[in-house]
């Protein structure tokens, strides 16, 4: 027997009324997870530092991350509050996005 996480995950929401996130949520829910993990652990950036888009999203191929996956676990990360996006493109991590529990 398998048990399903329900938790609403903003903005998507998945299901209102039992809270299951669909595949494709969980997908984008993973991109925007792996992000903060590429840029926290792997590149050890801190918050208010950045990353260039183009080595962001290298990274994220080498992790297998669809480019679709990235811009959407992009705008997610984005509108959590876990990034933000440089007039030219680089990728900043946040206060929030540095202190993220991966655990969670």
Do not use: C
């Not at 209102?16 to 984008?28: D, K, N, R, W, Y």
């Not at 208010?48 to 992009?74: C, T, V, Y």
Request: hydrophobic share 40%; aromatic share 4%.
């Amino acid at each position: 027997m398998s048990v399903i996480s329900s938790r609403i995950i903003e903005p998507l929401g998945g299901n209102p009324i039992t809270g299951v996130l669909s595949m494709a949520e969980q997908t984008i829910e993973t991109a925007a997870r792996k992000i903060l993990y590429i840029l926290v652990v792997e590149q050890s950036l801190r918050a208010r530092q950045s990353m260039s888009a183009k080595a962001l999203a290298e990274d994220l191929q080498r992790h297998d991350i669809s480019d679709g996956d990235q811009r959407a676990g992009l705008a997610l990360a984005q509108s959590k509050g876990w990034l933000q996006t440089q007039a030219d493109g680089a990728v900043e991590l946040t206060d929030a996005g540095f202190n993220f529990h991966f655990n969670q």
